[in-house]
């Protein structure tokens, strides 16, 4: 029932991610089973499924914060080996956001997003604030730069967060569920800048609940259950139409509730 | 919503806002509540009491009311049963500089003058030019400080054997804390490092110096080295009383860092990695500035033991503060003048280790890693 990749964009589009047959174990656990995924360029892939699937690691995986042990990983054609050099630059080209926003909470909010641009960029001091105010702007908090993140919301902590990877002017960004620590009356206001984000064309692999998100902005959702990709299709498709069980079973729950 | 607003509450025709009978506040109110709220508590009050009236008046009346302030060159210019300060007017130079020769003295005041305005210009918040400073402070006062106080270069050698006195201690404090926060930081780092054989050297140092007293590790540092070392060779024994003190306190230090490091949640780790930031960038501008700030207790604490604990280097022979107010009181001319004395030396540490405390108490309100989400 495991689907090869569907390729929502056009073939010839640029891979950005490539995974082949990937593997993880944590400890006996087998917590990735063959993981084959490839994400063009201007791609919104939005991965479900219950917690405990893989969906957080196999994400995880795609800039070495977690190890994989079997298989390749491949970021625009640098291979994900234990070479430091690699893993650095993979880092610095894809972004990732957090649930827990992970923001620095000894730096102010404009310290906080100039910080990788200065010291892994080499960007001049001034050019790195003028790129963070623009950032601050497009997710809507210009006000809050010299505050600490301790004294922001929620949510605009996680808007905050977005604008810091989003400084690297990174070529892809990973979500690891993004809207999950957040108070119902704050979701939104994250999920307006991710769907902002996607119109202008930024390739995003979203690991989320937020199903409304997946119809709104997805070209493809994974549904991925005990470690696997069960299912793989366009949102139309996925909701609508479903193949497995198990993704019956779990759209049914998480969206009758 | 159940809860009125304060408009609500004050508004017009009903219960206006009443000011708290005055029993409960003001110093009323707080005796009341501090001092005297349960039988038991009023007990302990008037037992306290009774014992400030017990030792306060007659320590007032010994070391001020009654006290020998006037200049004298033995114990038999001092009257009454009051304090002799005579005995420390006498021997102030002895007790500040010992036995550095007294022409070269101005050397000692440029250094210390040198050091603490450097340090006061970095401790207060508001004077411009800090990474200057701080460059000087680290860079060019370390080799300057040497030949202001040992000479060389134009002026007279002194050698450490005339150092003693509160300049001893200061230097001994000094070398102490500015280096053991550096090497215990690093050793912290080693002892959580993925490398298997940093992790061990900085393991096996740390569990080996922190189990030995430092009267052994001095010991061994003026005792036991010189027989290791060739003959012929041999270096002062002040440096290596430095040595000893800074490593001891390195261990110290390592432990209380570790401690601020341990207390990082992996998250912040996670999004230093994820921006590409490489391992000592990640330390130095992510962990270290947080896991420092979590401990700045721990560190002063450290900080004034150490400063204490160099009082421990008259047992090989140097003579601190302490150590030369003991030979004062073995002066035949002061006999019997031993709580002056020591009543001088403990008034001394405790300026100095006061005075860290309460910057410490400072630093931790003012930083920003207070405010936690």
């Not at chain 2, 992996?266 to 700030?293: C, D, F, H, S």
Request: aromatic share 10%; net charge neutral; hydrophobic share 50%.
């Amino acid at each position: 029932m495991v689907n090869q990749t569907a390729p929502a964009a056009g073939a010839a589009d640029e891979v950005i991610i490539r995974m082949e047959g990937v593997h993880k174990w944590y400890g006996q656990f087998h917590v990735l089973k063959d993981i084959n995924l490839t994400v063009r360029k201007g791609e919104r892939i939005v991965v479900c499924g219950p917690s405990g699937s893989g969906k957080s690691t196999l994400i995880r995986c795609i800039n070495r914060l977690e190890e994989h042990q079997r298989g390749r990983i491949f970021v625009h054609e640098v291979e994900l080996t234990s070479d430091l050099k690699h893993i650095e630059h993979i880092r610095s080209e894809v972004g990732m956001v957090f649930q827990q926003f992970n923001l620095f909470p000894h730096l102010t909010v404009l310290e906080n997003l100039t910080l990788a641009p200065i010291w892994v960029r080499k960007m001049p001091r001034a050019e790195a604030e003028k790129l963070a105010r623009q950032y601050l702007e497009r997710v809507r908090i210009p006000e809050q730069a010299d505050k600490y993140p301790g004294q922001l919301s929620g949510g605009q902590q996680q808007r905050v967060a977005i604008a810091r990877s989003l400084c690297m002017n990174p070529m892809a960004m990973l979500f690891d569920e993004p809207t999950s620590a957040l108070d119902p009356e704050m979701i939104k206001e994250v999920l307006d800048v991710m769907i902002e984000l996607a119109r202008s064309g930024m390739t995003m692999l979203v690991v989320t609940h937020e199903m409304g998100f997946a119809r709104t902005v997805a070209n493809r959702v994974i549904f991925m259950d005990q470690g696997e990709i069960i299912e793989e299709a366009e949102p139309e498709t996925f909701f609508n139409n479903p193949k497995s069980d198990r993704t019956k079973l779990f759209l049914s729950q998480i969206l009758h509730h | 919503m159940s809860v009125a607003t304060a408009s609500e509450r004050s508004g017009a025709g009903r219960s206006p806002d009443l000011p708290p009978p005055a029993t409960t506040t003001g110093a009323i109110g707080w005796l009341r509540e501090n001092l005297f709220s349960s039988p038991l508590n009023t007990a302990l009050t008037l037992a306290a009491l009774y014992l400030i009236y017990l030792v306060v008046p007659p320590v007032v009346d010994w070391a001020l009311l009654s006290a020998n302030f006037q200049s004298g060159t033995s114990n038999k210019d001092c009257v009454g049963d009051g304090a002799c300060w005579t005995m420390i007017r006498a021997r102030f130079g002895q007790f500040i500089y010992f036995r550095y020769p007294v022409e070269e003295r101005w050397r000692v005041d440029a250094t210390f003058l040198l050091l603490f305005g450097a340090i006061v210009w970095l401790l207060i918040e508001r004077t411009p030019g800090k990474l200057h400073m701080a460059l000087f402070l680290f860079v060019v006062f370390p080799p300057l400080a040497v030949w202001l106080l040992f000479g060389g270069l134009g002026l007279a050698t002194v050698e450490t054997a005339l150092w003693g006195g509160l300049m001893l201690t200061l230097v001994l404090g000094t070398v102490g804390i500015v280096f053991s926060l550096p090497i215990g930081i690093v050793l912290a780092l080693g002892r959580r490092s993925d490398m298997p054989a940093v992790r061990l050297l900085s393991m096996v140092f740390i569990e080996f110096v922190r189990a030995v007293p430092l009267i052994t590790v001095l010991f061994m540092a003026s005792v036991m080295l010189p027989l290791f070392l060739p003959e012929g060779m041999s270096f002062d024994k002040l440096l290596r009383a430095m040595i000893g003190i800074a490593f001891f306190g390195a261990a110290y230090m390592a432990e209380v860092v570790r401690g601020g490091l341990q207390a990082m949640g992996r998250g912040q780790y996670e999004a230093a990695m994820a921006l590409g930031l490489n391992y000592w960038k990640m330390t130095a501008l992510v962990i270290l500035p947080q896991a420092l700030r979590i401990v700045i207790p721990g560190i002063v604490n450290t900080f004034i033991g150490l400063f204490k604990d160099t009082s421990l280097v008259l047992i090989i022979g140097l003579f601190d503060l302490l150590n030369v107010s003991l030979l004062a009181t073995r002066d035949a001319d002061w006999a019997g003048l031993g709580s002056e004395a020591y009543a001088f030396v403990a008034l001394v540490f405790f300026a100095f280790c006061f005075s860290m405390s309460r910057y410490s108490l400072y630093l931790e309100r003012k930083l920003p890693s207070g405010r936690r989400k």
